[in-house]
Structure formats: structure tokens, C-alpha cells
């Protein structure tokens, strides 16, 4: 195992996943693992001994894993994968023509093309959602999804949705400058919806994604899974479970371990299910998606938690399965001179949450205490995280 660990590319960043090196390795390991007398789940627990030595041979098993149950399949499955884009037009570009590029519509488009290849039980098709990107992303990506004659990939711009007052449109949402405004949450909604009225064959896995390749897509395979088999309708893929994978950029991890803090106080029921509550990468049963939508009124980045929350409170079935991440924080519109939400209006969408869906009493004193503080107090905390946030109170 230490030869085969050795010979992967540096892992840094989510691009790492999908160059020529990677994508050879891919292949290597996978010839290597076909003839180990171990399970891939067995060869993860050893490989996890090896740190992040291991990160590119951890992220291909999860890719080997995934490529199999989609090998495996014995019934008709279609994937439409939701893909809303603000602000994207580096990433969907290839390396040589930007530094952030990612090639990332592609190479989702290519990783279905692969899994339809070897198994005609499965159709996957991407929605991509144009989330009022001032930078023409969905142009980008009509013009990426016409290479592609007589596909069924498909774009939607949610300005547009709106002028035209589009059925599926989440109730009430607005343009950017609106009171209403989608922050992704929207454009996954909308992209949701007509997912659930477009006709499907088989089982229909509709999967909440990020625009980037920080969760590749070869893993999708892992969210279909216990879906087909009857165990549950709804997956949310993690970064913090012991067998995830994960490479998170450093402020990234700061806030979130903050934020994980406060949302699992306003959502106990949720927290004692679901670790990781903020990464788009999210299957639902077509059936069960369609019961949770109409509840949903975030659409901000807290919409995530919201549809994990409505799952919970109508008991749809639940479970986490442990992802390879690796992050593509450089052009991340959640950092920097980049951010398009901040934390604490993100903290009082989770704190809407809670009160609508009666999971903590309104008297609660951090409710209290984070509703009423102003952006330059939350960077204060930010800045200094307490070790508990009981803390705040004191």
C-alpha cells in the first residue's frame, strides 16, 4: 500500500482531482485495487494511518467506489444533477485559458457520459441555474452545454424566471435587490423544481451540487446507492465523518467549526443525524423532494439546512455517507472581497429555521443574544471563536 500511496499527485486544491496525473493514478489504483483480497472500505481504514500522504488515494478509492454501484445497478436510475452558478465563469473554464480554471461543467457532463457508458440503467443530466450572475455564467454554460447536440442538460436563469413569473419559481423570491433575493438557495430551488417536472425513467435522485469540482463528481455513485436500495430517500454527503476526505482551506475551516457550533444549538434534532450540514452535495428521492419543497423559504446558503431540517420534522429518511472534498477556496464567493453572504444574516436564516419549525424555544438566550448583535460584533467573535458559545453570554 505504501508503494501504490506514493505514487499519487499532490493533492492542493479541487483541480488537482481532475488533471491527466490524477486521472491516470485513477487507473492505477484502480487496477491495484481489483487485485487486493481487501474491501475498498478495509484498504481506506489502513489508508487513513498515512494522513494527508493518503489524500490522493483515499479521493480515487471514493471514486472506485462510486464508479461500482453505478456498474452495479440492476434497475432504471435517472440523476439530474442542480447546479446554480453566480460568478463561475473561471472555474467552468479549462487551466490554460484561466488560473482558477476547472473545466468543472465538462467534467460533470463527462463523468454521467461515463456511468451511462457502463451501465444503460443509469441517464444523468446536469440543470445548471443561472443564479443573476453579473458575469454571464449561464451564458458560459449554454454555450459549454450546446457542444453537446440533442443532450439532455439543460440551463435556467433565474432573472429571467422571475420577469417572466415562472410557475416554479420558490414563492415570494425577488431580484438581487430585492428584500427576497437569492443567494444560491433560489437558483437551487427553481433548478429543483424543474427537475421534479421533467420526466424521468426509473428511480429520479435529484442532486443539490456546488458549481465547483470540490466534491468530484465521479463520487456520485456514493449518494445513489442506499437511495435505490430502498434505506432511506434522502443522502447528505460529509466532509467530517471517518471515512470523508478532506482537504479544507484554513478560514474555511475557522468559521465553519464556529458555525457548525451554532447551528447544531438552534437544530438539535437535525445535529444528532448530520454532521455536515453546508456542503451542496445532497441526493433526495425525487417523491421525497417533492413533499419538502413547497416548506422551504430560504434562499440564501442556509437553504441546505433547511431542506436537511424539513426531512427531519416529516420524517423522511436520513443518512450521511462520508465524501472526498477537496477545496476550491481561491475562487469561493464565501470569502474574502468575494463574499456574497455573510455569516451572521446566514445565522439568523438558521435562527428562522428554528423558529418555524419549532426546534428550540424563542426564549432561548443565544437566539436572543445573536438576533440583536450587529455585523461589526459577529466579526469580533469571528475573529476571536469562543471554545464554547455558551461563552457569548457571559
Request: with cysteine.
Amino acid at each position: 500500500m505504501k508503494s501504490i500511496i506514493k505514487q499519487g499527485p499532490v493533492i492542493a486544491e479541487a483541480y488537482d482531482t481532475n488533471t491527466e496525473m490524477a486521472h491516470a493514478y485513477f487507473n492505477k489504483v484502480k487496477e491495484w485495487v481489483a487485485s487486493q483480497a481487501e474491501t475498498i472500505d478495509e484498504l481506506d481504514i489502513k489508508a487513513r494511518s498515512y494522513d494527508n500522504e493518503a489524500l490522493a488515494f483515499r479521493t480515487m478509492l471514493k471514486f472506485i467506489e462510486s464508479e461500482n454501484i453505478i456498474l452495479n445497478l440492476n434497475e432504471q436510475v435517472t440523476l439530474t444533477l442542480i447546479n446554480p452558478v453566480y460568478k463561475e465563469t473561471g472555474r467552468m473554464q479549462k487551466r490554460e485559458q484561466h488560473p482558477h480554471g476547472e473545466n468543472s461543467l465538462r467534467t460533470k457532463i463527462a463523468c454521467i457520459q461515463h456511468f451511462e457508458r457502463i451501465n444503460p440503467l443509469f441517464k444523468g443530466r446536469v440543470f445548471v441555474v443561472d443564479d443573476g450572475c453579473p458575469d454571464a455564467s449561464g451564458v458560459m454554460a449554454e454555450n459549454i452545454v450546446s457542444e453537446y447536440p440533442g443532450s439532455p442538460h439543460k440551463v435556467f436563469f433565474l432573472a429571467k424566471a422571475i420577469d417572466e413569473n415562472d410557475i416554479d419559481l420558490p414563492a415570494g423570491i425577488t431580484h438581487k435587490n430585492g428584500s427576497n433575493r437569492s443567494v444560491k438557495g433560489g437558483a437551487a430551488l427553481l433548478g429543483m423544481q424543474k427537475a421534479l417536472k421533467t420526466p424521468a425513467e426509473g428511480i429520479h435522485v435529484i442532486v443539490d451540487n456546488d458549481a465547483d469540482l470540490s466534491v468530484h463528481p465521479m463520487q456520485l455513485g456514493l449518494l445513489v446507492q442506499d437511495i435505490v436500495d430502498g434505506k432511506t430517500k434522502t443522502v447528505a454527503g460529509s466532509r467530517r465523518e471517518e471515512d470523508s476526505v478532506s482537504l479544507i482551506g484554513g478560514s474555511r475551516n475557522l468559521r465553519g467549526n464556529l458555525f457548525i457550533q451554532i447551528w447544531q444549538h438552534f437544530l438539535p434534532q437535525l445535529a444528532q443525524r448530520i454532521t455536515d450540514t453546508n456542503r451542496a452535495f445532497k441526493a433526495f428521492e425525487s417523491s421525497a423532494l417533492e413533499r419538502i419543497l413547497p416548506s422551504i423559504k430560504i434562499y440564501t446558503f442556509p437553504y441546505q439546512i433547511e431542506l436537511l431540517q424539513a426531512c427531519i420534522s416529516m420524517d423522511i429518511p436520513l443518512i450521511k455517507k462520508g465524501v472526498a472534498y477537496i477545496d476550491s477556496e481561491a475562487a469561493s464567493t464565501q470569502s474574502g472581497a468575494n463574499i456574497t453572504e455573510t455569516y451572521l444574516n446566514q445565522i439568523n436564516q438558521i435562527i428562522d429555521i428554528a423558529k418555524r419549525y419549532n426546534t428550540i424555544p424563542i426564549s432561548d438566550p443565544l437566539m436572543k443574544f445573536l438576533s440583536s448583535i450587529s455585523e461589526d460584533e459577529w466579526r469580533v467573535i469571528e475573529a476571536n471563536p469562543p471554545t464554547s458559545i455558551l461563552d457569548l453570554l457571559e
